[in-house]
């Protein structure tokens, strides 16, 4: 009798681990993809642009994205305004009357809040924080 006890306590413990283990792999999976196929301008991630330029502004944008299952996004970085990335990336050019963006930058960042809202929705929802900033440029 007490053998199956202290088997069944140890199979109860392996699950229990098991299922954490699980749901801190779901809460830390998210991607973000930079999709500039649709930029009719350049962009460039450093300032090797080989001619010489001016910048007109530097932008630096904080936003949530969030993702249902970890995988399909429920809301975009840059606003839901944007289709795409790279309509954020236009419209940013597009204000100063720039030709170009250099040192892009995108940071995503989970914090404690991003962590509970993930282990409260069991992994279903997951969110970050995104910091998308560069500058914007001007060919002399």
């Given amino acids: 009798m ?14 229990g681990v098991l299922a954490i283990c699980g749901l801190l792999f779901l809460t830390s999976c998210g991607t973000i993809a930079l999709d500039a196929t649709k930029l009719q301008e350049s962009a460039q991630l450093n300032d090797s ?3 010489p330029y001016t910048v007109l502004k530097t932008f630096s944008v904080n936003d949530k ?51 509970l809202i993930a282990v409260g929705t069991l992994g279903l929802y997951v969110t970050r924080t995104v ?4 500058d914007v440029i001007k060919y002399n």
């Fill in 2 to 15: 007490t053998a199956l006890s202290i088997s069944t306590f140890s199979m109860t413990k392996k699950i």
């Fill in 131 to 134: 910091t998308i900033s560069g």
């Fill in 49 to 51: 642009v080989g001619k």
């Fill in 65 to 115: 994205a969030g993702w249902a299952l970890g995988i399909i996004p429920a809301n975009k970085p840059a606003g839901d305004k944007h289709q795409y990335f790279a309509d954020f990336l236009q419209e940013q050019i597009a204000e100063v009357g720039g030709d170009a963006v250099i040192n892009l930058r995108i940071r995503t960042q989970g914090n404690f809040g991003d962590f």
